[in-house]
């Protein structure tokens, strides 16, 4: 039996929302305060990506970016506004199925579904609309098959551990 004073705390602990992007958070909350946080995450997400796209114009000294060992070149900022465009659509459709990161294989599904948007989007900055074909279709199915569950995966175990830390009073490292 807890002493008063245990109770008390306990009853006015507020509760610990992680900073990871798939903490468990309240996922009981209304549709649109999912959607911002999700937006919110994955905006985050493009300012760090981004910050990484201004690094690779420094050292080419150029707005133009190769891609890979082709002949191609894309424009930073096409790239920079394929980031955010991303991160708005990809945070958004992870906040609105956020309840189902209950489960693992929701997770995964949820990573899935948000990886699509963003891998469509690397399609038609490599290839435009015009040209999109069967090939980029497979591609970005692909991309996000392989890439998507296992974010999904990846985030959805993070927080698991995190909570784990949380029940044995133990606070997760860097959060």
């Given at each position: 039996?807890?002493?008063?004073?245990?109770?008390?705390?306990?009853?006015?602990?507020?509760?610990?929302?992680?900073?990871?992007?798939?903490?468990?958070?309240?996922?009981?909350?209304?549709?649109?305060?999912?959607?911002?946080?999700?937006?919110?995450?994955?905006?985050?997400?493009?300012?760090?990506?981004?910050?990484?796209?201004?690094?690779?114009?420094?050292?080419?000294?150029?707005?133009?970016?190769?891609?890979?060992?082709?002949?191609?070149?894309?424009?930073?900022?096409?790239?920079?506004?394929?980031?955010?465009?991303?991160?708005?659509?990809?945070?958004?459709?992870?906040?609105?199925?956020?309840?189902?990161?209950?489960?693992?294989?929701?997770?995964?599904?949820?990573?899935?579904?948000?990886?699509?948007?963003?891998?469509?989007?690397?399609?038609?900055?490599v290839h435009s609309?015009?040209?999109?074909?069967?090939?980029?279709?497979?591609?970005?199915?692909?991309?996000?098959?392989?890439?998507?569950?296992?974010?999904?995966?990846?985030?959805?175990?993070?927080?698991?551990?995190?909570?784990?830390?949380?029940?044995?009073?133990?606070?997760?490292?860097?959060?």
């Open positions: 039996m807890d002493s008063p004073v245990t109770q008390h705390k306990r009853k006015n602990e507020q509760p610990h929302h992680s900073v990871h992007a798939s903490s468990p958070g309240n996922h009981g909350a209304a549709p649109h305060g999912l959607v911002r946080w999700g937006v919110t995450w994955g905006l985050r997400m493009a300012l760090l990506f981004s910050a990484w796209i201004g690094i690779l114009m420094i050292l080419n000294r150029s707005v133009t970016l190769p891609v890979g060992e082709t002949n191609h070149h894309v424009n930073a900022f096409a790239v920079v506004a394929l980031y955010v465009g991303g991160g708005i659509a990809a945070g958004a459709i992870v906040g609105l199925l956020r309840p189902l990161e209950r489960t693992m294989a929701g997770a995964m599904m949820t990573g899935f579904v948000a990886a699509l948007p963003f891998f469509g989007g690397c399609s038609l900055l609309l015009s040209l999109w074909d069967s090939t980029d279709t497979i591609v970005t199915v692909a991309a996000s098959l392989m890439l998507g569950p296992m974010v999904g995966a990846y985030l959805r175990a993070d927080t698991d551990a995190d909570e784990r830390k949380r029940k044995s009073g133990k606070e997760p490292e860097g959060k």
